[in-house]
């Protein structure tokens, strides 16, 4: 069975204080990995997808990367505004359905 | 272009009866799937609809339910409400083939409370 984990499950960091929050996947095969913000109260918000290892993409303070078995979000020099929980999600190639992870819960102090 | 909206915002139920809830697609979406997320968890997959016909399920029971209809709309029906759906439920649309889940845009949720 496909399995999603991400740590830390909790992340408190002061502004400007660059951070990697980390995805691991176990997957037969992998067709795409996604990776949400989530604000309190809100439903996710896209931010990237990758498909093969090696891939990367950049958006503003935020920089996926991914590899064979687990993929990263750096966030570099974050501000209060980016504290959100980010959600990871794995789709498989033998499978009609998305897997995410518990995702981490990031606080950035001003 | 309007984004993704989800109705009602928020639903108490008690244990036995039944809900329907409602999604609205961003314009030109002909995927939809439906999530269930509780409190402090990722979303799990319930299911997905491509062209009014379910297309891939989660590990979830038959009285979890759906349908899509020709203006791409959504609903999610549950029978037989037990405490444990008490979740966040959202539904998220996209653009693409049956199975696809490329940048899907999701809904604000309904929030169910079952009593």
């Known amino acids: 069975e496909d399995q999603v984990t991400q740590s830390p499950e909790a992340l408190r960091l002061q502004e400007g204080e660059s951070s990697s929050l980390n995805c691991s996947y176990t997957v037969s095969g992998l067709r795409g990995l996604f990776w949400y913000r989530q604000d309190p109260g809100k439903g996710p918000e896209f931010l990237f997808t990758?498909?093969?290892a090696g891939e990367e993409k950049e958006k503003e303070r935020l920089k996926a990367t991914l590899t064979k078995k687990e993929s990263f979000l750096h966030i570099t020099a974050p501000k209060p505004e980016d504290s959100a929980t980010y959600l990871c999600?794995?789709?498989?190639?033998?499978?009609?359905?998305?897997?995410f992870g518990e995702g981490t819960q990031l606080t950035v102090n001003p | 272009e309007t984004g993704v909206t989800q109705s009602p915002t928020h639903l108490i139920k008690t244990r036995g009866q039944q809900v329907t809830l409602r999604c609205s697609s961003q314009?030109?979406?002909?995927?939809v799937s439906w999530y269930q997320q509780a409190l402090g968890q990722g979303p799990q997959f319930i299911f997905q609809?491509?062209?009014?016909?379910?297309?891939g399920r989660g590990n979830f029971p038959p009285r979890f339910s759906g349908l899509q209809f020709p203006n791409y709309s959504s609903e999610l029906n549950v029978n037989a409400l037990e405490l444990d759906d008490s979740a966040l439920y959202l539904c998220?649309?996209?653009?693409?083939?049956?199975?696809?889940?490329?940048?899907?845009?999701f809904g604000p949720g309904t929030r169910l409370t079952v009593l």
């Open positions: 609809y491509y062209r009014e016909e379910e297309n």
């Open positions: 314009s030109g979406h002909n995927t």
């Open positions: 990758l498909y093969s």
């Open positions: 998220a649309s996209s653009i693409g083939l049956a199975g696809s889940y490329n940048e899907q845009f």
């Open positions: 999600a794995v789709w498989e190639t033998s499978g009609s359905r998305l897997t």
